[in-house]
């Protein structure tokens, strides 16, 4: 069983609405938590840091970890074309660890 | 800064041959780190450096080598290819900004091997 699980998609959602994206994970250890975002025959860039639980936004972003159910999410709030993507979650026991990345969603969102 | 720079982006091996994929990068970065990436499986880390002349593996080693003689450059090796080593080779760094770790994991735009 792979240590961090993500639903592979493809997500597909109208233009405005809001993405829900999630990852679960076994490994209780983790507490550094990211969310990559990744075009079409481009590299991962970051969008969201967050360190233990708790909630992050930063603009149409929202970042959530709950670690009592090992779980964490991503929302983007007012979907645009441009968000389509596959979205990688990431996750570490410590800062400077080795990440463990999710398979990645692909998200498509239609005009 | 370029960031980080992958070369080639395209490779056609046959098996058997040899090969380095080359990477680096310009932030002065302490940690370099190589991925591969394969359908349905995300991002698996091959090898990782934490500053130069050390190194050590990461999830998927076997096959490949590596070193770091300068902070700049962190160069993999494919050692003698095979059909199982098709995929799309990420080099990522990591370093502190303004004195503080980020966390971020800076990508190059990738490597596409192929493996005949």
């Known amino acids: 069983q792979k240590e961090v699980e993500q639903d592979p998609g493809p997500l597909s959602v109208p233009e405005g609405a809001i993405v829900s994206l999630n990852c679960t994970y076994s490994?209780?250890?983790?507490?550094?938590f990211m969310w990559y975002r990744q075009y079409s025959r481009k590299g991962p860039e970051l969008l969201m840091y967050?360190?233990?639980?708790g909630n992050k936004e930063d603009g149409r972003f929202t970042a959530q970890v709950d670690k009592s159910s090992k779980y964490i999410s991503l929302f983007i709030r007012d979907s645009q074309p441009s968000d389509s993507a596959t979205y990688l979650c990431a996750m570490s026991a410590d800062s400077w660890g080795k990440f463990q990345f999710g398979a990645g969603t692909q998200v498509v969102v239609t005009p | 800064n370029a960031g980080v720079t992958q070369t080639p982006k395209f490779q056609v091996l046959k098996t058997g041959q040899s090969m380095t994929l080359q990477c680096a990068q310009d932030m002065n970065h302490e940690y370099m780190s190589w991925y591969r990436q394969d359908p349905g499986m995300g991002l698996r880390l091959i090898h990782y450096?934490?500053?130069?002349?050390?190194?050590d593996q990461g999830e998927v080693p076997n096959g490949y080598n590596v070193s770091r003689s300068t902070t700049e450059d962190f160069p993999l090796r494919l050692l003698s290819a095979a059909p199982s080593q098709t995929s799309v080779y990420f080099c990522?760094?990591?370093?502190?900004?303004?004195?503080?770790?980020?966390?971020?994991?800076?990508f190059g735009e990738g490597s596409r091997l192929t493996v005949l």
């Open positions: 990522a760094s990591r370093g502190l900004a303004g004195g503080l770790d980020t966390g971020e994991l800076f």
């Open positions: 490994n209780s250890a983790f507490q550094y």
């Open positions: 967050t360190y233990s639980s």
């Open positions: 450096s934490v500053g130069a002349g050390i190194t």
